[in-house]
C-alpha cells in the first residue's frame, strides 16, 4: 500500500531559505545555476565478471551497473522477442536512511521509470536476440546497484545502464544438438539509440536540473523525461506529490530535448574513450 | 512497441467503433460501498472500479501519523479476475507502482492540512480491467474522496491518450495499448489547471508530444463533468443541471 512519508533528509528552516533565497536568482547552494547539471562521470568494464558494466557518478551519487547475459523462454505474449530484465536496489551502505529489506516503492519506482526509457526507445533490439523462436531468447539482466546516494538517481541509473550497454559484449549462443552452447565468441549487442533521461524538479515556481538529496527533500514535484537520439520523447513519469501547471510540463519536455542531447554527446564521449 | 497491424480503419474509426477524439463511454455512480465513509464505481468502456475511502481515521501503526497534516494511503489492486489470464492477488510492482502515482496524482487536491494526526485510506480495487484503469481509478477515487466530504481544492480528472498508427488519440483501450505506438495517462485538475499525474511510453515526436497531452487533458475536461454530474445525482437527486456557480 502507497502511504505519504516524512522525507527522510532534514532540512534546516535557515538553510531552506537560503536555498529558497538563492533559487529565485537563478542559483543554487552549491555554487550550480539551476538549469546546470553536476559533473559526471562513467568508467566503463569496472566488473570483469559481467558482460558489460558501468560506474556512474553524477555529483556525489554513485551507481554500479553490471549485465549478465543468459539464455531462457522469452516472457509470454513477447515469444519472438529477447527479454530484459532492468532491476535496482538502494543498498544499505548508500546512505544512513536506507535500511536493508524488500524494496520500497521508491525503489520499485526508480527500477520501472529506468526500464521504462531502455525499453519504449527500443534501445536494444529485442527482435534480434532470439536463438529458437518462442522457446530460447537471450535474457539481459541489467543490475543496478546505487552505492550513495545524493539526489536524482533516476538519471544517474539510467545513465549506468546505457553506459553499461554500450559497454556490453554480448555472448554469441549456438544450438547445437538442441542444447544451448556458449561459443566462448561475443559481439555487440544490437543497439539502436541512446535515451537519455532529465529529471527535473519544481520548487516554488522555479524549475532546477539534477536535483541533490537536500533539493530533493523541499521539492514540490519532480518530472522525468526519456529522450531518444532523434530527440523524441520515449517516456516520462511526473513523480511526488505536487502538480505542474500545462506550460511547466512543455518548458520541461523542451529542456529534457535540449539537456537530452548535450548529455547524449557526453555519454557518447566518454563511453568511445574508455571503451 | 512495434505495431503490426491497422488499428484505425479508412473510415476513422477505431477497433471499438470510436472516432480518434472519443471517449468510452463512462458512468460514475457514488456512495456504492455501504460501509465506507465515500465510495464510488465507475465503469470506464470495459473498466469496472470500484473505489472506497475511509477516514479521516485514526492511524494504525501509530508512528506513521503526521504531527501537522493526515497521512493519505492509497491501494491499487486488481482482482484476479479481471485480466485475460489470471492475476496473481498478491501486489505486483507495476500495482506498486500505480498506487505509488495515483497517491501522488490525488494529493494536491486535498487539503491535508485540515485533519492532522489522521489517516485517509483510498482502496481502489479493479474488477475488469480494459486499458485505462489507472485514469479510471483516479478518477473514480477523486469522486468517492468528494463523497466521503474531504476537504478539496479540485477534483482529479485523468484521462489517457496514445499514438495508433500514428495518429494522436484520445483515451485509448486495452487493444490499442499493447499494439499502438505510445500511451500517456494525465491526470489534471481542471478548476486550478495543474496537471498531477503524467506518464509516457512508447515513442512521441515533439509535435506529438505536445499534441498528445493536449489531447489528454481535453479527455481530463470531459471526465470532469461525468464526475460533475455523479456528485449532483447523488447530493441533488434530480436537478442534475450544474450550475455556473460551482466553478
Known amino acids: 500500500m502507497s502511504a505519504s512519508k516524512r522525507s527522510t533528509i532534514i532540512v534546516e528552516h535557515l538553510r531552506r531559505q537560503q536555498m529558497w533565497d538563492l533559487i529565485a536568482v537563478g542559483k543554487r547552494l552549491q555554487g550550480r545555476t539551476i538549469d546546470e547539471m553536476r559533473p559526471l562521470e562513467v568508467e566503463l568494464n569496472v566488473i570483469k565478471k559481467a558482460n558489460g558494466s558501468a560506474k556512474v557518478k553524477l555529483g556525489d551519487t554513485e551507481v554500479v551497473a553490471g549485465i549478465k547475459v543468459e539464455t531462457g523462454e522469452p516472457f509470454e505474449g513477447l515469444e519472438n522477442k529477447g527479454a530484459l530484465i532492468i532491476s535496482a536496489e538502494v543498498l544499505p551502505i548508500a546512505s544512513p536512511h536506507v535500511e536493508p529489506g524488500p524494496p520500497d516503492e521508491d525503489t520499485i519506482e526508480l527500477a520501472r521509470v529506468v526500464d521504462r526509457g531502455i525499453r519504449e526507445s527500443e534501445m536494444i533490439d529485442l527482435d534480434k536476440l532470439v536463438l529458437v523462436p518462442g522457446k530460447v531468447v537471450y535474457t539481459i539482466f541489467v543490475d543496478c546497484s546505487i552505492i550513495n546516494t545524493d539526489g536524482n538517481l533516476l538519471d544517474a541509473t539510467s545513465y549506468a545502464v546505457v553506459s553499461a550497454l554500450l559497454s556490453c559484449k554480448l555472448p554469441i549462443f549456438e544450438i547445437q544438438d538442441g542444447k544451448v552452447v556458449d561459443t566462448g565468441k561475443t559481439r555487440d549487442p544490437p543497439l539502436t539509440t541512446i535515451p537519455v533521461s532529465i529529471t527535473q524538479v519544481r520548487i516554488g515556481n522555479a524549475i532546477l536540473l539534477d536535483p541533490t538529496a537536500e533539493e530533493e527533500a523541499c521539492m514540490d514535484a519532480r518530472i522525468t523525461i526519456t529522450t531518444n537520439s532523434e530527440s523524441s520523447y520515449a517516456a516520462t513519469q511526473k513523480g511526488y506529490t505536487g502538480s505542474f501547471t500545462i506550460d511547466q510540463i512543455k518548458k520541461a519536455a523542451e529542456i529534457a530535448r535540449i539537456k537530452g542531447e548535450q548529455v547524449r554527446a557526453k555519454l557518447q564521449e566518454l563511453t568511445n574513450k574508455n571503451g | 512497441m512495434s505495431q503490426t497491424r491497422s488499428l484505425i480503419d479508412k473510415q476513422g474509426k477505431r477497433t471499438d467503433g470510436r472516432t480518434v477524439g472519443q471517449l468510452r463511454e463512462v458512468k460514475i455512480s457514488v456512495g456504492v460501498v455501504k460501509n465506507a465513509d465515500g465510495s464510488a464505481y465507475i465503469e470506464f468502456g470495459k473498466n469496472k472500479i470500484i473505489v472506497a475511502v475511509y477516514g479521516p481515521r485514526e492511524v494504525h501503526p501509530k508512528h506513521m501519523a503526521q504531527p501537522d497534516r493526515c497521512v493519505l494511503r492509497c491501494r491499487y489492486h486488481m482482482s484476479p479476475f479481471s485480466t485475460d489470464t489470471r492475476k496473481n492477488p498478491a501486489p505486483s510492482r507495476r500495482e506498486v507502482e500505480i498506487s505509488k502515482v495515483m497517491r501522488e496524482a490525488l494529493e494536491p487536491a486535498l487539503m491535508l492540512e485540515d485533519y492532522p494526526r489522521a489517516a485517509i485510506d483510498v482502496y481502489v480495487e479493479v474488477l475488469q480491467a480494459d486499458g485505462g484503469s489507472r485514469c479510471a481509478g483516479i478518477s473514480a477515487a477523486s469522486v468517492a474522496l468528494a463523497d466521503a466530504g474531504i476537504n478539496m481544492r479540485d477534483l482529479v480528472a485523468a484521462c489517457a491518450a496514445g499514438k495508433v498508427d ?29 496537471v498531477t499525474l503524467l506518464q509516457l511510453d512508447g515513442v512521441l515526436t515533439r509535435d506529438q508530444f505536445n499534441q498528445c497531452f493536449d489531447t489528454a487533458v481535453e479527455g481530463c475536461k470531459m471526465v470532469y463533468e461525468i464526475q460533475k454530474q455523479a456528485l449532483m445525482q447523488k447530493y441533488f437527486g434530480n436537478e442534475t443541471e450544474v450550475k455556473e456557480e460551482i466553478q
Open chain 2, 166 to 194: 500514428d495518429k494522436i488519440v484520445l483515451d485509448i483501450n486495452d487493444t490499442e495499448d499493447k499494439e499502438g505506438g505510445a500511451d500517456m495517462p494525465v491526470a489534471y485538475m481542471p478548476h486550478l489547471d495543474e
